[in-house]
């Protein structure tokens, strides 16, 4: 059964990097049809997209955080990774991994990762 | 500002049928497949209905998915107090090249 998993600081300070990490278990990254994302959701708030890699590694983000967001993966590992660059108080979020088909949302969830941005 | 608008609530009585709906346009829910989830407080979102009216296994039939153009609906009949929750509607933008949600639904049983 296929499992992801986020891994990374808890804690992040104003105008830092956040770099979490999705593990995925039960399937693999390579040659799959499949799309991996990261989506977040503030404290009482709706979900957000960031955006999707594939394991070629062609990428998507959303427009509002593009000029902050690097997604990569590492076959190797079975492993995908978020970056956003200049962390604010507004960035404090559930952070999810997914896999999703193309043309679709996420299917498969992680667990979540709240990070909170605070000095 | 949500791309898929969705009713900020909706309400009905124990054993009653709800439906939510979930508006887009052509280029997302009228040319690509549509999901539903519940999201519990503090859990991970559930997928109810994907491709627009499949369900998963495990997921009760009083959970349906429909579509016409660029609109989308989940029902729920025999509601439960366990089904409170908030809903959301999720699919892919071909004109953005993103995964789009619905700013989410709370369901309320009386």
């Known amino acids: 059964q296929l499992q992801l998993q986020e891994s990374g600081p808890g804690l992040v300070k104003p105008a830092e990097t956040l770099s979490l990490t999705c593990t995925v278990s039960?399937?693999?990254?390579?040659?799959?049809?499949?799309?991996w994302a990261w989506i977040r959701q503030p404290p009482g708030k709706g979900l957000e997209w960031i955006g999707t890699?594939?394991?070629?590694?062609?990428?998507f983000y959303a427009a509002s955080l593009k000029s902050r967001v690097t997604i990569s993966v590492d076959t190797s590992k079975n492993q995908f990774s978020l970056k956003l660059t200049s962390m604010t108080a507004a960035d404090t979020a559930v952070y999810y991994c997914?896999?999703?088909?193309?043309?679709?949302?996420?299917?498969?969830w992680g667990q979540g990762a709240l990070v909170t941005v605070s000095s | 500002q949500s791309v898929l608008t969705q009713p900020p609530s909706v309400s009905a009585a124990p054993g009653q049928t709800v439906t939510i709906s979930c508006s887009g346009s052509?280029?997302?829910?009228?040319?690509?497949?549509v999901s539903w989830y519940r999201q519990l407080p503090g859990t991970v979102p559930k997928v109810l209905i994907y491709?627009?009216?499949k369900q998963p296994s495990g997921i009760p039939d009083r959970f349906s998915g429909s579509k016409s153009g660029a609109s989308a609906t989940l029902g729920i009949t025999g509601l439960q107090t366990g089904d409170e929750a908030d809903y959301y509607c999720?699919?892919?933008?071909?004109?953005?090249?993103?995964?789009?949600f619905g700013g989410g639904t709370k369901l309320t049983v009386l």
């Open positions: 997914g896999r999703h088909s193309q043309w679709e949302s996420p299917r498969t």
């Open positions: 039960g399937g693999s990254i390579s040659n799959s049809p499949y799309y």
């Open positions: 890699v594939y394991h070629t590694g062609t990428t």
């Open positions: 052509s280029s997302n829910i009228g040319s690509n497949f």
């Open positions: 491709d627009d009216n």
């Open positions: 999720g699919t892919w933008d071909s004109s953005l090249g993103a995964v789009i």
